[in-house]
């Protein structure tokens, strides 16, 4: 069965400052990983997926991760946060063989101060 | 395009209650999935349509709830009788075919129901 852990439920930074999200799998092989991003009283939109293609992949908004199969890892990383990014980010896998079945951690709340 | 849209946005109901939640996928997409999220939980996957078919129900909790999607277009979630462990966030998304690499699922706003 799929897993996925992410560190710390409330995260804050100060505007201008890196933001990481920690995201952790545990998969019997490297899944596809994606992030979801969920601003208020809106549905969940996809900021990046990993399929297997390149370990550095860019998403929308100037965040990108990195797929680190040593360790089991799909952190989040933006250089400079915005205010605008204030929402709550969910990482999540699916398996490689099919069925599209997403199973999601449990979530992380940014906040960004000025 | 018109984005997935879920109805209602809120529904607030007494245990005992029946509440039916609606959601249209985004036009052409075949692949229909629910989700629901209790508060301070993950979002946790409940099932998956094919057109009209149920191709995974596995994440369906117990035999209250009866999800349809009669025409393969949009699909409902019924909750009868709902208990107060049902209330959460339950959110719905569509997607064009599970087969392609990472397959983009695409949310709705979710409906947040409440069971007093």
């Known amino acids: 069965a799929q897993s996925v852990t992410q560190l710390g439920s409330h995260v804050s930074v100060s505007e201008g400052a890196l933001v990481l999200l920690r995201c952790n799998y545990s998969s019997s092989v490297p899944p596809y990983l994606f992030w979801y991003v969920q601003y208020p009283n809106q549905g969940l939109q996809l900021l990046l997926k990993?399929?297997?293609?390149?370990?550095l992949v860019k998403g929308i908004n100037g965040f990108e991760a990195e797929f680190k199969k040593s360790e089991t890892s799909f952190h989040l990383t933006k250089p400079s946060a915005h205010m605008s990014d204030a929402a709550e980010y969910f990482c999540?896998?699916?398996?490689?063989?099919?069925?599209?079945?997403?199973?999601f951690g449990t979530g992380t709340q940014l906040k960004v101060e000025l | 395009e018109a984005g997935v849209t879920q109805f209602p946005s809120h529904s607030v109901i007494e245990k005992g209650q029946t509440v039916t939640l609606r959601c249209d996928p985004i036009?052409?997409?075949?692949?229909l999935y629910w989700y629901r999220r209790v508060m301070g939980k993950e979002i946790k996957f409940l099932l998956h349509?094919?057109?009209?078919?149920?191709?995974?129900e596995s994440g369906m909790p117990n035999n209250r709830f009866l999800a349809e999607r009669t025409g393969g277009t949009y699909s409902t979630l019924k909750v009868q009788p709902a208990e107060l462990e049902d209330s959460g966030v339950y959110f719905c998304?569509?997607?064009?075919?599970?087969?392609?690499?990472?397959?983009?699922?695409?949310f709705g706003p979710g409906t947040r129901l409440t069971v007093l």
């Open positions: 990993y399929t297997s293609a390149a370990t």
């Open positions: 349509f094919v057109k009209e078919s149920k191709q995974d």
């Open positions: 999540a896998v699916s398996p490689t063989g099919g069925g599209n079945k997403l199973t």
């Open positions: 998304a569509s997607s064009q075919d599970p087969g392609l690499a990472g397959d983009t699922q695409y």
């Open positions: 036009s052409g997409h075949d692949n």
